[in-house]
């Protein structure tokens, strides 16, 4: 198969199409590479098991999701001397979540809880069906300003938490669009902002200042979308919904000319989007006053100042944007396990 050599590399893994009884085993040489997977006590050894991953390669990190059925995982001894990986794995937990045993201390993880495996310890967990988010992180890049100490089995609860999760989930979002040459400078950003969640200082954290505005710019871009049809949109809105200050917000957009500006543009950004369809036959008015334009006199000037042309000639233009996107790179889930024993190094 021929490579897009634009986008990231990424590599999947399912069971969907394996029988029950070659499914857990599939998986569990997939998984291998970290853990011994095992059978979730009680469960029928021969019963189907679900295991869907998907996996990013990202220069020095591996993002993955993963959506996986009940099981037991275990790092010991054996595997740790055997493998010599020396990387720090962070887990988030969409749903489901995990209990058991980081080198001798008990621990449970919750849905929505972020928590640290250190690669080079021992792990016994017994983990519910659940939706992760897996991070793998090779320790010299996260020791590379200041050392690592006491992460094992380390959850981060609380404004940290979920100052990391939302960043994690804005990336997942955006890998699929991003391109080689973007990988070096997305992975040392994320780098820099779970190493100031991890060891927080006035230091860490000025070095993590942009990916931590990244992160909050992101979370406040997906709910404009999700109620960009909404003609009470607006910043007020968005102080109240997401508990930002006016001037926290305000500066947030400033490099984007501004939060009312970017409403607009994503609004106009929909209805080019629409008038671009070859089926869709409503009068342009009815479109724009769908997402918020209440004076079509207005919203047309709006458009011809955005777009360099009016909204009928986009219309007769008929130009399909969904044929713009290349295909991201594919490769087989052995991709996966090459990159995670190759990291570092």
């Keep these: 198969m021929a ?3 634009e986008k990231l590399p990424v590599s999947r893994f399912s069971t969907r199409e394996l029988p029950g009884t070659d499914s857990f085993e599939a998986w569990r040489q997939s998984i291998g590479v970290m853990f011994e997977a095992q059978i979730f006590p009680g469960s029928e050894p021969s019963a189907d098991f679900h295991a869907e991953v998907e996996a990013y390669h990202l220069g020095d990190l591996v993002f993955g999701t993963a959506v ?3 099981q037991r995982l275990c790092r010991g001894a054996r595997r740790i001397h055997a493998d010599q990986l020396d990387h720090v794995l962070l887990q988030v937990y969409r749903s489901g979540g995990q209990r058991g045993d980081f080198a001798g201390t008990p621990f449970c993880v919750e849905p929505g809880e972020l928590f640290v495996l250190d690669l080079t310890r021992s ?3 017994l983990a519910s069906r659940a939706h992760i988010t897996n991070l793998v992180v090779p320790r010299e890049c996260l020791e ?3 050392p690592l ?6 959850i981060l609860r609380g404004g940290l938490g979920s100052l990391f999760g939302d960043y994690l989930n804005a990336l997942e979002q955006r890998l699929p669009q991003l391109h080689l040459d973007e990988a070096g400078d997305v992975a040392r950003a994320t780098v820099d902002l779970l190493g100031a969640c991890l060891n927080p200082s006035l230091d860490s954290f000025e070095q993590a200042r ?3 505005e990244a992160g909050q710019l992101n979370r406040i871009k997906g709910a404009i979308e999700q109620a960009l049809a909404d003609p009470g949109l607006s910043p007020q809105w968005l102080c109240r919904q997401l508990g930002l200050s006016r001037s926290r917000l305000y500066r947030l957009f400033e490099p984007l000319g501004g939060v009312a500006a970017y409403i607009r543009q994503r609004r106009l950004e929909r209805i080019h989007g629409q008038l671009c369809q070859p089926h869709e036959q409503r009068h342009i008015g009815v479109i724009a006053y769908q997402w918020g334009f209440a004076d079509e006199a207005h919203f047309s000037r709006a458009f011809r ?5 009016s909204p009928s000639e986009a219309r007769e233009l008929r130009w399909a944007s969904s044929g713009r996107g290349t ?3 594919q490769v087989d889930a052995a991709g996966y396990e090459q990159w995670i024993r190759q990291l570092g190094s």
């Excluded at 100490?149 to 380390?154: A, L, S, W």
Aim: charge should be positive.
């Design 68 to 70: 996986l059925d009940a």
């Design 305 to 309: 100042h955005h777009f360099g042309y």
């Design 123 to 125: 792990f016994d967990t």
């Design 210 to 212: 942009q990916p931590i």
């Design 3 to 5: 490579l897009d050599s």
């Design 327 to 329: 295909r991201a790179t």
């Design 144 to 146: 590379s300003r200041r």
């Design 149 to 154: 100490r006491d992460i094992h089995g380390r």
